[in-house]
């Protein structure tokens, strides 16, 4: 059984049952330690199990921004392959934190290639019609402050209390170092600071530019109830509620959430452990496993690894 349960994660997080697809795999090349250093903040963040929910917290709030949703509603496949669009985010994600500075690169430019064909029209929060572009800065910010602040406060409700799993540096360490994969999907001026993130979060809710509408809705109906098999299905649900548990009031309403009154926090924690000890139980690296071997690589070439002096 865990095994079956250790392939399904995998299938939907790498889109390979054994978790070891060939952009993985690349993670042991190149001839850099990428963008980020070894076992510090994002490498911590991002590989806890606290992602499970925090990807699920992340696509509630960028479905808050109408600009977002209208290029979700429009171009997306989520409807109908949501585990490849899935598994397509999470390989932007991994490649980014663990890669090589120039697997990372690749890696948004495939990104980028896909986002110039996505735009459109949408009704911003004033209900005034306004073009958009999956390439605008404005949307791309919004899109990383949801993301950064889905992962930082999912690590700090679940992944704290797992072994190793303190950031280090503390939160502002790691948005400060996310900033970087911002910059990288051309946002001009991220937050560096835990403060700063809530700050211009809170910004979009206070000038209005956020609405729950009929595409929200369609949206969280279908993240609350995706199509998953028996056990699955009732710990999906489990993440999901536990996601909602840590959205603030606000936010909540506009999506037409409230938050259970059941300990799904506490119910999370363990569906959380199940999934690790799922992932635990077979043979195959982990994607920061790939990384140690570049990174080992490179000092037994004699040049000791070490990240860009500067921001990209």
Same mark, same amino acid.
């Given at each position: 059984?865990?095994?079956?349960?250790?392939? &399904? #994660?995998?299938?939907?997080?790498?889109?390979?049952?054994?978790?070891?697809?060939?952009?993985?795999?690349?993670?042991?090349?190149?001839?850099?330690?990428?963008?980020?250093?070894? $076992?510090?903040?994002?490498?911590?963040?991002?590989?806890?199990? /606290?992602?499970?929910?925090?990807?699920? &917290?992340?696509?509630? #709030?960028?479905?808050?921004?109408?600009?977002?949703?209208?290029?979700?509603?429009?171009? %997306?496949?989520?409807?109908?392959?949501?585990?490849?669009?899935?598994?397509?985010?999470?390989?932007?994600?991994?490649?980014?934190?663990?890669? %090589?500075?120039?697997?990372? $690169?690749?890696?948004?430019?495939?990104?980028?290639?896909?986002?110039? &064909?996505?735009?459109?029209?949408?009704? $911003?929060?004033?209900?005034?019609?306004?073009?958009?572009? /999956?390439?605008?800065?404005?949307?791309?910010?919004?899109?990383?402050?949801?993301?950064?602040?889905?992962?930082?406060?999912?690590?700090?409700?679940?992944?704290?209390?797992?072994?190793?799993?303190?950031?280090?540096?503390?939160? $502002?360490?790691?948005?400060?170092?996310? /900033?970087?994969?911002?910059?990288?999907?051309?946002?001009?001026?991220?937050?560096?600071?835990?403060?700063?993130?809530?700050?211009?979060?809170?910004?979009?809710?206070?000038?209005?530019?956020?609405?729950?509408?009929?595409?929200?809705?369609?949206?969280? %109906?279908?993240?609350? &109830?995706?199509?998953?098999?028996?056990?699955?299905?009732?710990?999906?649900?489990?993440?999901?509620?536990?996601?909602?548990?840590?959205?603030?009031?606000?936010?909540?309403?506009?999506?037409?959430?409230?938050?259970?009154?059941?300990?799904?926090?506490?119910?999370?924690?363990?569906?959380?452990?199940?999934?690790?000890?799922?992932?635990?139980?077979?043979?195959?690296?982990?994607?920061?496993?790939?990384?140690?071997?570049?990174?080992?690589?490179?000092?037994?070439?004699?040049?000791?690894?070490?990240?860009?002096? %500067?921001?990209?």
């Amino acid at each position: 059984m865990a095994q079956s349960l250790r392939a &399904r #994660l995998l299938t939907a997080l790498a889109g390979d049952p054994d978790g070891s697809p060939a952009w993985v795999r690349e993670l042991a090349e190149g001839d850099d330690a990428g963008y980020f250093a070894a $076992d510090g903040a994002a490498w911590t963040v991002h590989g806890s199990m /606290a992602t499970l929910v925090a990807g699920i &917290r992340a696509l509630l #709030l960028q479905a808050l921004h109408p600009g977002a949703m209208a290029g979700v509603h429009d171009w %997306s496949t989520y409807r109908q392959d949501p585990l490849r669009r899935l598994s397509g985010t999470v390989r932007w994600v991994v490649c980014v934190t663990y890669g %090589s500075t120039a697997q990372a $690169d690749r890696e948004t430019a495939r990104v980028a290639r896909f986002h110039r &064909r996505v735009e459109g029209d949408y009704v $911003d929060g004033a209900g005034a019609e306004r073009s958009y572009s /999956a390439g605008d800065p404005a949307l791309a910010e919004w899109v990383h402050l949801a993301f950064t602040d889905a992962f930082l406060t999912c690590q700090q409700v679940w992944g704290v209390r797992t072994r190793g799993g303190r950031i280090p540096g503390g939160a $502002d360490a790691y948005v400060e170092e996310w /900033a970087r994969a911002g910059r990288l999907m051309r946002v001009g001026d991220p937050p560096t600071t835990e403060a700063e993130l809530r700050r211009r979060l809170r910004g979009y809710l206070e000038r209005g530019e956020l609405r729950g509408d009929e595409r929200v809705r369609e949206v969280v %109906s279908f993240l609350r &109830r995706p199509v998953l098999p028996g056990a699955a299905g009732i710990g999906y649900r489990l993440l999901f509620e536990g996601a909602v548990a840590t959205i603030p009031r606000p936010y909540r309403r506009l999506l037409g959430l409230r938050r259970s009154p059941l300990p799904v926090v506490t119910g999370t924690r363990i569906v959380l452990a199940i999934a690790g000890r799922a992932l635990a139980s077979g043979e195959g690296k982990r994607a920061q496993d790939w990384a140690r071997d570049r990174l080992a690589r490179l000092q037994r070439a004699g040049a000791p690894p070490s990240r860009p002096a %500067s921001n990209p």
